[in-house]
């Protein structure tokens, strides 16, 4: 199985950026420990701080591969073009947050990709990837509601 994580802007700081939000580890060293865990899955991470190539990775991997993990970061709140790029694809993506967006500044009550996701999970701190990977594990996302 072949799975696409993106992380958007900022995430490139998880572990120094507001620990007391988003933990005290790196995404690298998260991502050592998924693989681990899923020894069957073919893991691709990407990160950018650049709304189109987020965009351009949706478009490249997302008739191919069999999942992507996507947290927009603050994308999520703004991005019309990524909503799009979501429904544009065939490969189902599910919507991450490490923090609970719904229990923070109402500006992130809001999102405009997930109307174009499989399904949203938020608030489970760099578990909310694994939760997202055991759902694409557990076929939750075939067929893809379009
Ligand atoms: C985030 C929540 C967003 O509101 C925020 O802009 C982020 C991280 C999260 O994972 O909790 O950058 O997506």
Redesign the pocket.
């Known amino acids: 199985m072949k799975l696409q994580i993106i992380n958007?802007?900022?995430?490139n700081l998880l572990g120094i950026?507001e620990p007391e939000?988003?933990g005290f580890s790196s995404f690298e060293d998260y991502l050592q420990e998924l693989i681990r865990r899923f020894p069957d899955v073919e893991f691709h991470y990407f990160q950018s701080n650049v709304e189109g190539e987020i965009i351009n990775k949706i478009q490249e991997t997302g008739f191919s591969f069999d999942g992507i993990i996507l947290?927009?970061?603050?994308?999520?709140?703004t991005s019309i073009a990524i909503h799009d790029a979501i429904k544009g694809v065939k490969t189902p993506v599910i919507e991450?947050?490490?923090?609970?967006?719904h229990a923070?500044?109402s500006?992130?009550h809001h999102s405009l990709i997930a109307e174009a996701c499989k399904g949203v999970i938020?608030?489970f701190g760099l578990d909310?990837y694994r939760l997202a990977i055991e759902a694409i594990n557990n076929k939750l996302c075939l067929n893809k509601l379009k």
Not at 8 to 11: E, R, V, Y
Request: proline share 4%; aromatic share 12%; net charge positive.
């Open positions: 958007g802007p900022n995430l950026r939000v988003y947290n927009a970061g603050a994308y999520t709140h991450v947050h490490i923090s609970n967006v923070r500044e500006f992130r938020a608030g909310s």
